[in-house]
């Protein structure tokens, strides 16, 4: 069984800042590429940021040079550093996982639970 734990989000007002965290765990043989993505109402999900296990990032458009995305391998986690955040920044944020598992044969896709952030004053 493999579990996706996120922590982090919360009420911040314009400009200000938040770090969201998702710790893996369970029968992980190997961690591939991690991700955040986020759902706005009324929007469908889209990626925010992806880190592979070799450090190679990508992010959306609209958070470059805002938002931070890292890893701790040792620790089968993800972290999302987002600055000066905006009221469009307002969404529930999904971790997802790559990864294979023990006792499951290819490659598997993992969600968390969904951590809201809201952007307001």
């Known amino acids: 069984q493999v579990q996706l734990v996120e922590s982090g989000g919360g009420l911040v007002q314009p400009g200000g800042s938040l770090r969201l965290s998702c710790a893996v765990s369970g029968s992980i043989v190997r961690l591939n590429t991690m991700g955040w993505y986020r759902q706005a109402p009324g929007k469908e999900r889209e990626l925010v940021a992806a880190i592979t296990n070799g450090g190679v990032t990508n992010y959306a458009d609209s958070v470059k040079g805002r938002f931070t995305i890292s890893r701790d391998n040792a620790k089968n986690t993800v972290y999302l550093q987002m600055n000066s955040l905006k009221a469009e920044d307002t969404a529930v944020y999904y971790c997802?996982?790559?990864?294979?598992?023990?006792?499951?044969?290819?490659?598997?896709?993992?969600w968390g639970q969904g951590t809201q952030v809201t952007v307001s004053s």
């Open positions: 997802n996982a790559e990864l294979t598992a023990y006792g499951v044969v290819g490659i598997q896709y993992y």
